[in-house]
Nanobody, 121 residues
Framework: QVQLVESGGGSVQSGGSLRLSCAAS????????LAWFRQVPGKEREGVAAIDTLGRPSYADFVKGRFTISRDNAKKMLYLQMNSLKPEDTARYFC???????????????WGQGTQVTVSS
């Protein structure tokens, strides 16, 4: 099992940057596929970025060139560097983990509680 705790959310102006972190507990962290999702009230959760066990990333088109996902297996940490933020990036961001590679599909077995990101214009 894996437990996930996000941090790093907050309020920022359009064009600004934030770095989200996701701390994991549990064994064999390096064997898990990881991802970031986001959700706004009334809408479905959408995949933002995913990273496989070899560190290869995948991104949703709407964040390509702006966001970077990374992982540190030794520290059991997942990160999302978000640059050039836009008001439409406002959402609650969740990290997710699973032993299967779901890429950007919200079928992961383990989820954190989320951290709020608010981007003002």
């Amino acid at each position: 099992q894996v437990q996930l705790v996000e941090s790093g959310g907050g309020s920022v102006q359009s064009g600004g940057s934030l770095r989200l972190s996701c701390a994991a507990s549990g064994n064999t962290y390096s064997a898990y596929y990881l991802a970031w999702f986001r959700q706004v009230p009334g809408k479905e959760r959408e995949g933002v970025a995913a990273i496989d066990t070899l560190g290869r990333p995948s991104y949703a088109d709407f964040v390509k060139g702006r966001f970077t996902i990374s992982r540190d297996n030794a520290k059991k940490m997942l990160y999302l560097q978000m640059n050039s933020l836009k008001p439409e990036d406002t959402a609650r961001y969740f990290c997710a983990a699973d032993r299967l590679n779901y890429l950007l599909r919200p079928r992961y077995n383990y989820w954190g509680q989320g951290t709020q990101v608010t981007v003002s214009s």
